[in-house]
């Protein structure tokens, strides 16, 4: 490497400068470099690695790494003693497994070598290896150095001495393929946010130079993997102390060098408190984040602290957490309110649930060490809450005197954070007795919170998901009415447990002209957003066409063309029924759907109903079939996606069968009935040792009551407009006979209105008018004209478009489809109270 690049090593442990003096700076390692690329050999060999090792780069270029650095061979015997760093004890992995790429880790050790140009001399040499990831081929970085420079050696802080190093820091390159040195300077310290503009100009002209890369680190910066050093001294402690002790037993008297020192108990009681702090880190790691539950990881991040670490712990999260919202915004002032969410204490019980109870929401102001805390997302200390802070504090809470349980305990306030963002805080106090929370403390409590604050931010983005997706899935279902003309309805719908919340199972129900009621269940298959999307709109097409009046077979023929038309990529299944109160059938169509159970009332039996079952939508080119079921009133269909009867491993068959038979189960109501039904699938697949249900469920049950003859009257009027005195008159007379005087008035006007319409745009067919008493009075007047009509703002002058204005000023409900010979326009009316 030219002379050029060679400079004193930048300190690795705060030093500022290199000594000049002749004496040596404990704070800078001269360094010796060598990289070794994917096949073992030798790739880059500095002019240090030539002075330490003693071979010239052009005879290390090339060559087997292994050859050429201190293995694991190279290294001395255990128990074999240097200096004050005690023996060396045989820890730490051995240069040749990173060599032989047995690490993807960095590690560090040390070794002996015979230093050239010094007859006889051995060295104590220092040695890091840095795996390095990136698409060339250089895959390991490894840094040695004369360990001799830490005992002041001359030798190594000579920078024209044997021992000359190059400045380097591992992980970082740059090459000459960059656009230009300016744009490069200019680049630089956005990577390296402590580099001056100044040095990255200077690096960069000797890039562009030199044309090799440059390896740098900042003079604050510690090399990341260190020999561990206080472990060899450790051992050495611990076999002068078995020698003592063997003196000892042997009645000798103890040498001085194996008497104890007070300075090395003192490292043992530090070594044993962090020791001690890292185990109860590691304890509590494990314990916190079992689940993505936000209510259950709140309760176990109270728990993990108390007793051992604190005595009471009070978690406060903001309310943008609490309820499950997106990622709170901007930094917490004294408007911010902060949800107490959890309370762990070892007093007696009861004692803070008056005072603090789990619920409460309240801001902070700026005089309080909490507002400190969420502000700075820093932790902060209050060895002993005094009686002033304590008033402080207990202003907050109004008429509750807090005092009593804070005044005179240690307090320690650690910020919950999660990318940069204070998503909460927990207060943490320590009984009189105990002893104050310290720095080491503070430090444990800062891991701790963050840890802490990673797992509950991990929970709050799962339960914010969770909640999107429930609410994408609500808004995507329709809201049936449980009540039809002619017919009840009840519904489930259950989100899936592990392939995702969001699914493609529908259920919906549209209501029909002549009293009907069309139902129907499909499942668009897969899961996901797309699932749900493409679900949407298969549901919402049937709506159209369903308000069409289709026949079954015909609506699913469309439906699959539509699916064609949107693309190949999806299939669905779909069942479409059609239930007609007045005649007492039931019209179903199928697109590979599991069938419907029918439960007769008369007998309760159950069975599956035996239908077509036809390609799935989405195929194409497949016909479809309806099938014509005669009913009767009290007889209940249940239809459901293959989620509620279908379990991997098991016979679809028992799903069936189960479905069946917990579908004749009497129940006191139509929802009763549902949970009938999903409680009694669940205990069969459990039982059976499939465990629990994957996939999400849609579930439609209607109770077919139907129409009494009674409850129906019907009249067909010639196309003349004399007809339609007579039509007012029959409603007025059937609305008698019904008991319901007080609608027969404006009954008679809207009617009127449609039949007057109905003559004059019918063709050749006679105009049907139709009275249904049921939950409603619903009037229904059919022409063979297929133009709708719509509602228009009449003017003062204009002669018509005032007749749907009417029927829309005095109907509960109004509105028009088509049917298979023109048009239907109804509306309903409500009953009075008996």
Same mark, same amino acid.
């Given at each position: 490497?030219?002379?050029?690049?060679?400079?004193?090593?930048?300190?690795?442990?705060?030093?500022?400068?290199?000594?000049?003096?002749?004496?040596?700076?404990?704070?800078?390692?001269?360094?010796?470099?060598?990289?070794?690329?994917?096949?073992?050999?030798?790739?880059?060999?500095?002019?240090?690695?030539?002075?330490?090792?003693?071979?010239?780069?052009?005879?290390?270029?090339?060559?087997?790494?292994?050859?050429?650095?201190?293995?694991?061979?190279?290294?001395?015997?255990?128990?074999?003693?240097?200096?004050?760093?005690?023996?060396?004890?045989?820890?730490?992995?051995?240069?040749?497994?990173?060599?032989?790429?047995?690490?993807?880790?960095?590690?560090?050790?040390?070794?002996?070598?015979?230093?050239?140009?010094?007859?006889?001399?051995?060295?104590?040499?220092?040695?890091?290896?840095?795996?390095?990831?990136?698409?060339?081929?250089?895959?390991?970085?490894?840094?040695?150095?004369?360990?001799?420079?830490?005992?002041?050696?001359?030798?190594?802080?000579?920078?024209?001495?044997?021992?000359?190093?190059?400045?380097?820091?591992?992980?970082?390159?740059?090459?000459?393929?960059?656009?230009?040195?300016?744009?490069?300077?200019?680049?630089?310290?956005?990577?390296?946010?402590?580099?001056?503009?100044?040095?990255?100009?200077?690096?960069?002209?000797?890039?562009?130079?030199?044309?090799?890369?440059?390896?740098?680190?900042?003079?604050?910066?510690?090399?990341?993997?260190?020999?561990?050093?206080?472990?060899?001294?450790?051992?050495?402690?611990?076999?002068?102390?078995?020698?003592?002790?063997?003196?000892?037993?042997?009645?000798?008297?103890?040498?001085?060098?194996?008497?104890?020192?007070?300075?090395?108990?003192?490292?043992?009681?530090?070594?044993?408190?962090?020791?001690? $702090?890292?185990? *109860?880190?590691?304890?509590?790691?494990?314990?916190?984040?079992?689940?993505?539950?936000?209510?259950?990881?709140?309760?176990?991040?109270?728990?993990?602290?108390?007793?051992?670490?604190?005595?009471?712990?009070?978690?406060?999260?903001?309310?943008?957490?609490?309820?499950?919202?997106?990622?709170?915004?901007?930094?917490?002032?004294?408007?911010?309110?902060?949800?107490?969410?959890?309370?762990?204490?070892?007093?007696?019980?009861?004692?803070?649930?008056?005072?603090?109870?789990?619920?409460?929401?309240?801001? *902070?102001?700026?005089?309080?060490?909490?507002?400190?805390?969420?502000?700075?997302?820093?932790?902060?200390?209050?060895?002993?809450?005094?009686?002033?802070?304590?008033?402080?504090?207990?202003?907050?809470?109004?008429?509750?005197?807090?005092?009593?349980?804070?005044?005179?305990?240690?307090?320690?306030?650690?910020?919950?954070?999660?990318?940069?963002?204070?998503?909460?805080?927990?207060?943490?106090?320590?009984?009189?007795?105990?002893?104050? *929370?310290?720095?080491?403390?503070?430090?444990?409590?800062?891991?701790?919170?963050?840890?802490?604050?990673?797992?509950?931010?991990?929970?709050?983005?799962?339960?914010?998901?969770?909640?999107?997706?429930?609410?994408?899935?609500?808004?995507?279902?329709?809201?049936?009415?449980?009540?039809?003309?002619?017919?009840?309805?009840?519904?489930?719908?259950?989100?899936?447990?592990?392939?995702?919340?969001?699914?493609?199972?529908?259920?919906?129900?549209?209501?029909?002209?002549?009293?009907?009621?069309?139902?129907?269940?499909?499942?668009?298959?897969?899961?996901?957003?797309?699932?749900?999307?493409?679900?949407?709109?298969? $549901?919402?097409?049937?709506?159209?066409?369903?308000?069409?009046?289709?026949?079954?077979?015909?609506?699913?023929?469309?439906?699959?063309?539509?699916?064609? $038309?949107?693309?190949?990529?999806?299939?669905?299944?779909?069942?479409?029924?059609?239930?007609?109160?007045?005649?007492?059938?039931?019209?179903?169509?199928?697109?590979?759907?599991?069938?419907?159970?029918?439960?007769?009332?008369?007998?309760?039996?159950?069975?599956?109903?035996?239908?077509?079952?036809?390609?799935?939508?989405?195929?194409?080119?497949?016909?479809?079939?309806?099938?014509?079921?005669?009913?009767?009133?009290?007889?209940?269909?249940?239809?459901?996606?293959?989620?509620?009867?279908?379990?991997?491993?098991?016979?679809?068959?028992?799903?069936?069968?189960?479905?069946?038979?917990?579908?004749?189960?009497?129940?006191?109501?139509?929802?009763?009935?549902?949970?009938?039904?999903?409680?009694?699938?669940?205990?069969?697949?459990?039982?059976?040792?499939?465990?629990?249900?994957?996939?999400?469920?849609?579930?439609?049950?209607?109770?077919?009551?139907?129409?009494?003859?009674?409850?129906?009257?019907?009249?067909?009027?010639?196309?003349?407009?004399?007809?339609?005195?007579?039509?007012?008159?029959?409603?007025?007379?059937?609305?008698?006979?019904?008991?319901?005087?007080?609608?027969?008035?404006?009954?008679?006007?809207?009617?009127?209105?449609?039949?007057?319409?109905?003559?004059?745009?019918?063709?050749?067919?006679?105009?049907?008018?139709?009275?249904?008493?049921?939950?409603?009075?619903?009037?229904?007047?059919?022409?063979?004209?297929?133009?709708?009509?719509?509602?228009?703002?009449?003017?003062?002058?204009?002669?018509?478009?005032?007749?749907?204005?009417?029927?829309?000023?005095?109907?509960?409900?109004?509105?028009?489809?088509?049917?298979?010979?023109?048009?239907?326009?109804?509306?309903?009316?409500?009953?009075?109270?008996?």
């Amino acid at each position: 490497m030219d002379r050029g690049t060679e400079r004193d090593a930048p300190p690795s442990r705060g030093a500022n400068s290199a000594a000049v003096d002749g004496t040596a700076d404990p704070g800078r390692v001269p360094l010796a470099v060598v990289v070794v690329d994917r096949d073992g050999l030798v790739s880059h060999w500095s002019t240090g690695a030539r002075r330490l090792f003693g071979v010239a780069k052009e005879e290390a270029l090339g060559e087997p790494a292994i050859d050429l650095l201190p293995v694991s061979g190279a290294l001395p015997e255990p128990g074999e003693i240097y200096g004050e760093y005690g023996a060396y004890d045989g820890l730490g992995p051995g240069l040749e497994s990173s060599l032989d790429q047995g690490l993807s880790y960095p590690a560090a050790g040390r070794a002996r070598l015979t230093v050239p140009g010094r007859e006889g001399e051995r060295a104590d040499v220092l040695w890091w290896a840095y795996p390095l990831v990136g698409p060339g081929r250089e895959r390991l970085l490894v840094l040695a150095a004369d360990a001799a420079a830490l005992h002041g050696d001359p030798r190594a802080a000579d920078p024209s001495g044997p021992l000359a190093v190059e400045r380097i820091a591992p992980g970082f390159a740059l090459h000459t393929d960059f656009p230009g040195a300016e744009e490069l300077a200019r680049r630089l310290p956005d990577i390296l946010p402590s580099m001056s503009v100044g040095e990255s100009a200077r690096i960069v002209a000797q890039i562009l130079e030199l044309g090799y890369p440059v390896l740098e680190f900042s003079q604050n910066d510690r090399v990341p993997v260190t020999p561990d050093w206080g472990v060899a001294r450790r051992v050495e402690r611990r076999a002068r102390r078995e020698r003592a002790a063997r003196a000892a037993a042997e009645g000798l008297s103890l040498p001085d060098d194996l008497t104890d020192d007070p300075a090395d108990e003192r490292e043992d009681l530090e070594y044993a408190a962090v020791r001690e $702090r890292l185990e *109860f880190l590691n304890e509590v790691s494990g314990r916190i984040g079992t689940s993505l539950d936000l209510s259950r990881t709140i309760v176990e991040v109270s728990k993990a602290v108390v007793p051992r670490f604190t005595d009471v712990a009070g978690t406060y999260l903001r309310e943008q957490v609490v309820a499950g919202e997106g990622f709170p915004d901007g930094v917490p002032d004294t408007r911010t309110m902060w949800h107490r969410v959890a309370v762990e204490h070892t007093d007696e019980p009861g004692r803070w649930d008056d005072v603090v109870p789990v619920g409460e929401a309240m801001p *902070f102001p700026a005089h309080t060490p909490f507002f400190q805390c969420m502000t700075t997302g820093q932790p902060v200390l209050v060895p002993r809450i005094s009686e002033q802070m304590g008033h402080a504090i207990a202003s907050q809470f109004e008429k509750r005197d807090i005092r009593p349980l804070i005044t005179g305990r240690s307090m320690l306030v650690v910020p919950l954070k999660a990318r940069n963002v204070v998503l909460g805080f927990m207060i943490l106090l320590r009984h009189p007795e105990r002893a104050e *929370f310290n720095d080491m403390d503070r430090v444990t409590g800062a891991e701790l919170a963050a840890r802490a604050g990673l797992v509950l931010d991990n929970a709050r983005m799962y339960t914010y998901q969770e909640s999107v997706a429930d609410t994408l899935q609500d808004s995507m279902l329709p809201h049936i009415p449980p009540r039809r003309a002619g017919c009840d309805i009840a519904t489930r719908y259950l989100p899936g447990t592990l392939l995702g919340r969001v699914g493609g199972d529908w259920f919906d129900s549209v209501k029909l002209p002549g009293a009907r009621t069309a139902l129907v269940v499909g499942d668009v298959m897969g899961h996901g957003l797309n699932s749900a999307a493409m679900m949407g709109q298969l $549901r919402t097409a049937v709506q159209t066409m369903a308000a069409l009046d289709l026949p079954p077979a015909r609506l699913l023929r469309n439906l699959d063309d539509l699916a064609q $038309r949107l693309g190949d990529t999806y299939l669905a299944t779909c069942l479409y029924a059609v239930y007609d109160p007045i005649a007492g059938e039931l019209h179903l169509a199928n697109a590979g759907h599991i069938p419907p159970v029918l439960v007769r009332a008369a007998d309760g039996r159950s069975e599956l109903l035996d239908l077509p079952t036809g390609a799935p939508i989405g195929v194409g080119g497949v016909p479809f079939e309806s099938v014509c079921v005669r009913v009767e009133p009290g007889d209940r269909l249940v239809m459901c996606t293959d989620g509620l009867v279908e379990v991997r491993g098991e016979d679809i068959g028992v799903g069936l069968a189960t479905l069946c038979e917990s579908a004749a189960h009497p129940a006191a109501s139509m929802d009763d009935a549902c949970d009938t039904i999903i409680r009694a699938l669940a205990a069969t697949f459990t039982e059976a040792g499939r465990g629990g249900r994957k996939d999400d469920v849609a579930l439609l049950m209607a109770r077919l009551s139907g129409i009494e003859p009674d409850d129906v009257a019907e009249w067909r009027f010639p196309l003349d407009p004399a007809e339609v005195p007579r039509a007012r008159a029959v409603v007025r007379e059937q609305l008698h006979d019904w008991g319901l005087a007080k609608l027969a008035y404006p009954a008679e006007l809207m009617v009127s209105e449609l039949v007057t319409n109905a003559v004059r745009h019918s063709h050749d067919r006679p105009v049907i008018l139709r009275l249904i008493r049921g939950e409603t009075l619903l009037c229904e007047v059919d022409d063979d004209d297929h133009d709708l009509p719509t509602l228009l703002s009449a003017g003062p002058k204009d002669e018509t478009g005032r007749g749907l204005r009417v029927v829309s000023t005095l109907a509960r409900e109004w509105g028009t489809s088509r049917t298979g010979t023109g048009k239907s326009v109804w509306f309903e009316m409500t009953l009075p109270r008996r």
